[in-house]
């Protein structure tokens, strides 16, 4: 009998309990109540995304990782792409590195992001960009590890020695390779400097050279036009444009976009910005 009152108590606290969160959902919801602002981020469902997202990264859970990581990945070029989730898996302590997915795993999903506006949240402490749709995705590792700084180094020295040898001297960085949707042709990018370095800032100031090829091109081919351009940034992540220092050329990376030939644009003389189909290009790992 006793056992009886004891789970009927338990079972009406139950039913009060339900009772009044889901109340108190109601009128939130139809904005007859304010909530305390404490609470906003648990009432999140994308914050609760990052959690799942953090768990798989630190289990290195492959299947999990699936919701999250858009393949391919983009690595800093010319790293060449991760196109598989078991790639990425064995990729994350490069990537990342040990501190770093602890750091991540131990911190609070409800305090140590921050919303960068309507780009998505980023780790206060961890270099971690990640979209803001349910489940969340991962857009960019923005910093640059140790392990990653080494791998880029190699990747470069030998992309470099590939080029024809007009075109080796002073490479400080190799931003993109691209080719056009029609296959017409192939380009890339490189920063000039005096020494190699994957972290180059003030792009503004930079010198960045455009080397164009025709079709049937490879890596080690005399270029048909190269051209010196500036560099331009509009938005957050946004565009960065390469235009040509005589305004014919200009090469447009789209960081919002989709992947595939909407991924930049590609535009020459003849072509009008807004012919998408004869200016459409994507990035390549060009060997």
């Not at 906003?40 to 290195?60: C, M, Q, T």
């Not at 042709?185 to 050279?209: H, Q, T």
Request: glycine residues 8%; contains cysteine.
């Amino acid at each position: 009998m006793k056992l009886r009152r004891i789970f009927a108590v338990i079972v009406c606290i139950a039913l009060i309990s339900i009772g009044t969160i889901a109340g108190i959902a109601a009128m939130v919801y139809s904005g007859r109540c304010d909530v305390p602002s404490w609470v906003i981020p648990y009432l999140n469902p994308v914050r609760w995304s990052i959690r799942h997202f953090v768990k798989a990264l630190a289990e290195g859970d492959a299947k999990a990782l699936a919701e999250h990581v858009q393949l391919p990945f983009e690595r800093r070029y010319p790293i060449p792409k991760i196109r598989t989730m078991d790639e990425f898996v064995a990729a994350i302590p490069s990537l990342l590195g040990e501190d770093s997915v602890k750091r991540l795993s131990e911190s609070s999903t409800f305090r140590n992001w921050s919303q960068m506006g309507g780009q998505g949240y980023m780790h206060d402490a961890v270099g971690i960009w990640v979209t803001d749709d349910t489940p969340v995705r991962l857009e960019s590792i923005t910093e640059l590890t140790p392990a990653e700084a080494a791998l880029w180094e190699e990747h470069t020295a030998r992309e470099i020695a590939s080029l024809h040898p007009s075109l080796r001297g002073g490479v400080s960085r190799p931003i993109l390779s691209f080719v056009t949707e029609d296959g017409a042709f192939r380009g890339r990018i490189d920063l000039l400097g005096e020494k190699l370095d994957a972290r180059a800032s003030e792009p503004e100031a930079c010198k960045y050279r455009l080397a164009i090829y025709k079709a049937g091109s490879d890596i080690t081919s005399v270029p048909d036009k190269i051209v010196m351009c500036k560099y331009g940034h509009e938005g957050s992540p946004g565009y960065d444009s390469y235009t040509s220092e005589d305004g014919q050329y200009q090469v447009t990376v789209n960081h919002c976009g989709p992947l595939d030939f909407a991924e930049m644009d590609f535009y020459r003389p003849g072509i009008a910005e807004d012919d998408d189909k004869a200016s459409r290009a994507k990035s390549c790992d060009w060997r």
